[in-house]
T-cell receptor
Framework: GDSVTQMEGPVTLSEEAFLTINCTYT??????LFWYVQYPGEGLQLLLK?????DKGSNKGFEATYRKETTSFHLEKGSVQVSDSAVYFC????????????FGTGTSLTVIP | DAGVTQSPTHLIKTRGQQVTLRCSPK?????VSWYQQALGQGPQFIFQ???????QRGNFPDRFSGHQFPNYSSELNVNALLLGDSALYLC?????????????FGPGTRLTVL
């Protein structure tokens, strides 16, 4: 079945450090891939998405590239800020399974000044 | 433009009781999905409603049931509550099943079962 595997946290970085959060997936069909972010006490917000192989999603300095050959969608940011502290979820939506969403377990990021 | 709203924010119940959670989708959306997010875990898909019918269901027992109303709002009902049902319940709305469409999430209802 479909699934998403995410790098385990928690991750603690100093401000302006480089961030990578690894995500790999297994899917029956040709999924769309997403990164969602959850700030404390809030629901999930879409950060970025990519709908086909080699697409790059980007938003607020974050980027992720849909790599079909490695079934990966790693999240990167060149210079993190304290305000980026949150939990990040990788997810997929597979039309083969009716576009049901599958989420990873989440990676907690704390950025210290 | 109101986003996805959920009520109540928090709920405390005891084992064996029944609970109903409510969700209003984002304006223009007619598809509602429900997720259970246990502490420290990612959301797990419960089911999805479209045109007032359950269209898909995840791996949850029949104690979990739902309903969608003509105005697209939705309810999640859980019967015979267990301690393990304690979680954040998230509602998400979307357009009906187009590839690549994102889901918009509400803030969730925190259910505690004692």
């Amino acid at each position: 079945g479909d699934s998403v595997t995410q790098m385990e946290g928690p991750v603690t970085l100093s401000e302006e450090a480089f961030l990578t959060i690894n995500c790999t997936y297994t899917a029956t069909g040709y999924p769309s891939l997403f990164w969602y972010v959850q700030y404390p006490g809030e629901g999930l917000q879409l950060l970025l998405k990519a709908t086909k192989a080699d697409d790059k999603g980007s938003n607020k300095g974050f980027e992720a590239t849909y790599r079909k050959e490695t079934t990966s969608f790693h999240l990167e940011k060149g210079s993190v800020q304290v305000s980026d502290s949150a939990v990040y979820f990788c997810a997929l939506s597979d039309p083969y399974t009716g576009n049901q969403f599958y989420f990873g377990t989440g990676t907690s990021l704390t950025v210290i000044p | 433009d109101a986003g996805v709203t959920q009520s109540p924010t928090h709920l405390i119940k005891t084992r064996g009781q029944q609970v109903t959670l409510r969700c209003s989708p984002k304006s223009g959306h007619d598809t509602v999905s429900w997720y259970q997010q246990a502490l420290g875990q990612g959301p797990q898909f419960i089911f999805q409603y479209y045109e007032e019918e359950e269209r898909q269901r995840g791996n949850f027992p029949d104690r979990f049931s739902g309903h969608q109303f003509p105005n697209y709002s939705s309810e999640l009902n859980v019967n015979a509550l267990l301690l393990g049902d304690s979680a954040l319940y998230l509602c998400a709305s979307s357009l009906p099943g187009l590839a690549g469409d994102e889901q918009f999430f509400g803030p969730g209802t925190r259910l505690t079962v004692l």
